[in-house]
């Protein structure tokens, strides 16, 4: 065979593997389809589609999920991923809080999360935490490893996608963190930063899908934010766009944990939030988050406030209301900047639904210019807590469709 027939040949392949890449992304990010749809949607022949779907069901991925509707005629049989064909596990690394998961390729969790009241700031070897409660949910899952696609981790702080070196955590070790976590995974592993990764998770199958220019806040201990621009997640040069939370903007001269003063995150984020509450009870406020608490200033947690807020608690509300108003300065920013069709706010914050978001509402009403508000969408994630875990997966599974180029048979 001379090197013209090769090139042929592995143009050919590379066509096939690009489109069965396609199927399985088109089905991973929509979920059952026909044949007649898939022909539609990806301008191909049936008799194409048909006999790369035969290919991807023989391997395993595809199965027949029942009939679809017909507007006339014999109703299209469905056809979708296989749930059980492999698995991702997925981990959500916190400041304060670690979360676990064993997905399926239908983004279902096939367990309940594991949840290690550990997280960055603790003086633990998470590594190991992490290590013992994933083999631990792997095995009472009953699932092999060797189903598992990989590992997909997200965790917060400054992480340099050129070397893969977190400069705000495990920094002693100097390492990048994909190696650093291999050493407690057999299996590949993929790390993300954790506000990209929710991002990655609404732009897979989430509100800002299809979108093009879209901004994604993490309202949690902190205040992360994601970039969407022209369809794709924005990194910036290094890797570290996206650091919201400490753009100076308080007069309050408090100092942040980041080393310096004013930071938006030092009057918005939830571990000021927290401290607001534990203050202001403490001076004699009179809130339902005492009886929430049992009295013990320790419990208080967001979880904690935006119950006593729903409760139609005054203090709660008002707490909510002022880093509402803090954070929709900051969004005030944004807008101007970054001019988006959406924003999307996520992160533990955003369950205080109204109270947190009609602050910001009223803060953007008065700072924002009418113009550029009038097209922006502010809505609240669909995702729930778990887009984060979510967001891991899809860049594991994402990863698998689009770089897999040979498809082991299950
Ligand atoms: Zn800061």
Redesign the pocket.
């Known amino acids: 065979m001379d090197s013209e027939d090769e090139k042929t040949i592995s143009v050919r392949d590379s066509k096939k593997t690009a489109l069965r890449n396609k199927l399985l992304t088109t089905f991973y990010q929509e979920g059952t389809k026909s044949i007649p749809d898939l022909s539609d949607s990806l301008q191909l022949s049936i008799p194409t589609i048909t006999r790369f779907l035969e290919e991807l069901a023989h391997a395993g991925y595809i199965i027949e999920e029942g009939e679809g509707f017909s507007s006339g005629g014999r109703r299209p049989v469905l056809y979708g991923l296989n749930p059980n064909a492999k698995f991702v596990i997925s981990v959500d690394i916190g400041r304060f809080i670690i979360r676990i998961a064993l997905v399926n390729l239908r983004n279902q969790f096939i367990a309940p999360v594991r949840i290690i009241n550990e997280g960055l700031s603790s003086q633990s070897d998470i590594l190991q935490l992490i290590k013992q409660e994933s083999e631990d949910l792997i095995k009472q899952s009953g699932i092999s490893n060797d189903k598992i696609l990989g590992a997909g981790i997200s965790l917060p702080g400054l992480i340099d996608i050129k070397t893969g070196i977190s400069y705000s955590y495990f920094t002693a070790v100097g390492k990048p963190l994909h190696e650093l976590f291999k050493e407690i995974f057999p299996f590949p592993v993929f790390v993300e930063h954790d506000t990209k990764a929710m991002a990655l998770a609404e732009l897979s199958f989430g509100l800002a899908k299809g979108k093009q220019n879209v901004l994604c806040l993490v309202l949690g201990a902190g205040v992360g934010l994601s970039m969407i621009m022209a369809g794709k997640l924005y990194k910036g040069n290094s890797g570290f766009a996206g650091e919201f939370?400490?753009i100076p903007v308080a007069d309050n001269g408090q100092l942040?944990?980041?080393?310096?003063v004013g930071?938006?995150?030092?009057v918005a984020s939830g571990v000021t939030l927290i401290q607001n509450a534990r203050n202001g009870i403490a001076s004699g406020a009179s809130s339902k988050i005492t009886d929430l608490t049992n009295n013990n200033p320790e419990k208080i947690s967001l979880d904690i406030i935006i119950k006593a807020a729903a409760l139609g608690d005054q203090y709660a509300i008002a707490l909510l209301s002022r880093t509402g108003e803090s954070l929709g300065k900051g969004i005030a920013t944004l807008l101007h900047l970054f001019n988006p069709e959406m924003i999307i706010l996520g992160g533990e914050l955003s369950k205080a639904g109204n109270h947190i978001t009609d602050p910001i509402k009223q803060t953007l009403n008065q700072h924002a210019i009418a113009r550029i508000l009038r097209d922006t969408e502010l809505v609240t994630t669909e995702l729930g807590e778990n887009a984060t875990l979510m967001g891991t997966v899809a860049l594991v599974i994402n990863n698998f469709f689009t770089k897999g180029a040979d498809f082991p048979k299950l």
């Open positions: 939370g400490h942040c944990y980041c080393g310096k930071c938006l995150e030092t």
